[in-house]
């Protein structure tokens, strides 16, 4: 069982950078891939960001690619995402995602459960 908790969402401008973080309560947390995921209202959930068990692989949405940065500290429990030159349409509410990893598979097929966090808002305003 794995238990994620989102945090650093909130109202920015346009341009603004923010940094969300996602503490994970599990004593294996370097054996999970790690992943952030997104959905907007009245959209479905959309995937952003992963990074592999030992941070050595990570994947990008092409929507967000070269703006946004996915990265863990597996010593604290914590994954993050940086989130660079924000714009409207990146208003959401962001999860966290937890599943086993592999050696070099950012965020690999699973066959078992995912876990998730109950998500962090962010609002960037035009």
């Known amino acids: 069982q794995v238990q994620l908790a989102e945090s650093g969402g909130r109202l920015v401008q346009t341009g603004d950078a923010l940094r969300l973080s996602c503490a994970a309560s599990?004593?294996?947390?370097?054996?999970?891939?790690m992943a952030w995921f997104r959905q907007a209202p009245g959209k479905d959930r959309q995937f952003i960001a992963a990074?592999?068990?030992?941070?050595?692989?990570?994947s990008y949405a092409d929507s967000v690619k070269g703006r946004f940065t996915i990265s863990r500290n597996n010593a604290e429990n914590a994954v993050y995402l940086q989130m660079n030159n924000l714009k409207p349409e990146d208003t959401a509410v962001y999860y966290c995602?937890?599943?086993?990893?592999?050696?070099?598979?950012?965020?690999?097929?699973?066959?078992?459960?995912?876990?998730w966090g109950q998500g962090t808002m962010v609002t960037v305003s035009s």
């Open positions: 599990t004593r294996t947390f370097s054996s999970y891939a």
């Open positions: 990074i592999s068990w030992d941070g050595g692989s990570t």
């Open positions: 995602s937890a599943r086993p990893g592999r050696p070099g598979i950012a965020w690999p097929t699973n066959y078992g459960v995912d876990y």
